[in-house]
């Protein structure tokens, strides 16, 4: 099999499919295009009132790829992990050239949830997130959304559908209609960098619950 590169692998998230491994210590990387795609669209996340009042408290901190490696190997901690060294070296090197990008979610000083993903035009293509406390992924989510739509993003891929996803907001639509909306989001350019994160979690509340 030819070696993947991060050529290879950004090529592939601009047509439309990902790379996955059996489990952590496979050697192979095999390329994923589903029949139906999960997305997040940007203007319909969901914020029930149990996590609006979690967002509101200020227990916690948020950050943008100040541990990118941490989240990754967050995301890989559980028994069954398609994240293989390969994959996890191939992201981080992404990360370096500032088309990978994670957002962390931080207790007490410690790294508690977060979430990473790939960059490609105006396109956010969430790769995986955990939680190691109550809420810290739905925490990560809603802040990234935030975040892409202050930032000029217009497509949030979450690749499957989880009941955790859809709750959020996650719907599940067909490759072609992924495939269109990933077309139009090529042909402009978004930057995650071109606004701090929010500066609270109430504005985040704020922002999402008045246009979704």
Same mark, same amino acid.
């Given at each position: ?62 950050? $943008?790829?100040?541990?990118?490696? +941490? #989240?990754?190997? !967050?995301? =890989?901690?559980?028994? %069954?992990?398609?994240? @293989? ?25 410690? $790294?508690?949830?977060?979430?990473? +993903? #790939?960059?490609? !035009?105006? =396109?956010?293509?969430? %790769?995986?997130?955990? @939680? ?81």
């Amino acid at each position: 099999m030819e070696s993947v590169t991060t050529d290879l692998l950004l090529h592939a998230y601009r047509s439309g499919i990902f790379p996955m491994a059996e489990h952590r210590n496979d050697p192979e990387i095999f390329w994923v295009d589903p029949r139906r795609r999960g997305v997040i669209p940007l203007d319909g996340f969901h914020i029930s009132r149990s996590l609006a009042k979690r967002l509101r408290r200020s227990d916690y901190m948020v950050t $943008l790829n100040r541990d990118f490696l +941490g #989240v990754v190997d !967050g995301c =890989a901690d559980r028994q %069954e992990t398609w994240i @293989s060294a390969e994959i996890r070296d191939l992201y981080s090197e992404l990360n370096a050239m500032g088309k990978a990008h994670s957002l962390e979610v931080w207790m007490e000083g410690s $790294l508690v949830g977060g979430v990473y +993903g #790939v960059t490609i !035009g105006t =396109a956010y293509c969430g %790769e995986s997130m955990f @939680s190691r406390r109550t809420d810290a992924s739905k925490i990560a989510l809603a802040w990234l959304v935030d975040l892409l739509r202050r930032t000029g993003f217009t497509l949030f891929d979450t690749q499957f559908i989880t009941p955790h996803l859809a709750s959020l907001g996650g719907v599940e639509i067909p490759r072609a209609s992924y495939r269109a909306q990933l077309a139009e989001a090529l042909l402009h350019d978004a930057d995650i960098l071109s606004a701090p994160l929010a500066s609270s979690g109430q504005d985040v509340v704020q922002r999402i619950t008045q246009t979704s």
